[in-house]
């Protein structure tokens, strides 16, 4: 068997870091396109005047969309840029990794959430103009730049930063599902023990730190938890997926996104919800569905479908979201012994009512 575990180029982190913004891509190149989050243009820009390199911000529309993909790439043909910059959240990111990978250029990135694992992957997620689910763009390489500012983090909404622990959750029953069925990663062959044990360490993390991490992030202090927990929804959730791969939470929370109802709610919220379902899925022991639960409950993870915006859901609406987390190239499918869209409903409204039962208790006590 031959295993494969990938990388971004170079990783930077800490409190202040974003004044390094124009050092750092001067690695790169001299000419570059900001694709930036309208919430973080000002802290952008003032970086963007430090150093040798010309940098041209353009404000991200909100979606990574085919349309928004093309209309940057345009604008970084303009302005000959040779080097793309994403600044701002998931979406961002992944926008100005496929705009990149579409002028062949290399690609630098700055998130100022840490509400998902995207920043660190070789993957652009591609949604529809309106904000569902159409595909994985996957990339020939992965940032050559990550540059993360826990200050900058520490001041955005704690939401994002709990969002980004829901979808750092699932990583490592993911990469244990991919391990136990063989499956391949993200490039296509399986991970390495490398990945597997990065998984583990970021689950460790969370569990160990994401209480104290929250707490900071409320405070808009930069704590040792803080810097733990942004590298664990960063850096090792971005290592453990990309390399230990993909199973049935993330697929869930593919199909979840065909239901209008979610789109309010942020892919980590959604993603913890499908984390929930495949324990149940894949029948984990009691203790670990307790433990995670307990989790969630304490950083204020979604446990119910109501919590994500579906207390009225119908089973036709669930089998919908089934049926697209079941679909064929869904990584669902690296589960062993295989998956049904009765499954996954079944698994969802068992979920549901754990969260439920689990609600009445504490209101009762």
């Not at 660190?120 to 990339?139: H, I, M, N, P, Q």
């Not at 990065?198 to 938890?225: H, I, N, Q, Y």
């Not at 993603?271 to 569905?289: D, F, Q």
Request: hydrophobic share 45%; aromatic share 4%; charged share 20%.
């Amino acid at each position: 068997m031959i295993a494969t575990s990938i990388f971004p180029t170079r990783y930077v982190q800490g409190a202040g870091a974003l004044s390094l913004l124009s050092e750092e891509a001067r690695r790169l190149g001299d000419t570059a396109l900001a694709v930036v989050d309208p919430a973080v243009l000002l802290p952008v820009a003032q970086a963007a005047r430090r150093g040798a390199i010309v940098i041209a911000l353009e404000t991200f529309n909100g979606e990574c969309s085919d349309e928004e993909i093309e209309r940057l790439a345009s604008r970084a043909r303009d302005l000959d840029a040779n080097v793309i910059i994403g600044a701002g959240g998931g979406k961002a990111l992944d926008t100005a990794k496929a705009v990149a990978h579409l002028l062949s250029l290399p690609v630098a990135v700055v998130p100022t959430l840490a509400s998902t694992d995207a920043p660190c992957s070789a993957l652009s997620v591609v949604y529809s103009a309106e904000g569902a689910f159409k595909r994985y763009l996957v990339l020939p390489r992965n940032p050559d730049l990550v540059l993360v500012d826990t200050q900058v983090i520490a001041a955005a909404p704690v939401r994002f930063l709990v969002s980004g622990m829901g979808d750092a959750l699932s990583t490592l029953f993911e990469a244990e599902d991919c391990a136990a069925s063989g499956a391949a990663n993200m490039t296509g062959r399986p991970g390495t023990m490398t990945a597997l044990g990065l998984a583990r360490l970021c689950f460790d993390t969370l569990l160990a730190d994401g209480v104290a991490a929250k707490r900071a992030c409320e405070a808009k202090t930069v704590s040792p938890a803080l810097e733990r927990v942004v590298e664990a929804n960063t850096l090792l959730s971005g290592l453990g997926f990309e390399s230990g791969g993909l199973s049935g939470a993330h697929a869930i929370h593919n199909g979840l996104t065909a239901l209008p109802a979610t789109h309010p709610y942020w892919h980590g919220e959604k993603v913890a919800m499908g984390t929930l379902a495949l324990l149940m899925l894949t029948g984990r022991p009691r203790s670990t569905i307790t433990t995670v639960y307990g989790f969630c409950e304490s950083v204020g993870l979604p446990t119910t479908l109501a919590d994500i915006g579906l207390a009225d859901v119908t089973d036709g609406e669930l089998a919908r979201v089934a049926e697209m987390a079941c679909e064929p190239n869904e990584t669902i499918h690296n589960i062993a012994g295989g998956v049904t869209p009765e499954q996954v409903v079944a698994a969802l409204k068992a979920a549901d009512g754990e969260g439920r039962r689990r609600h009445h208790r504490q209101a009762a006590e």
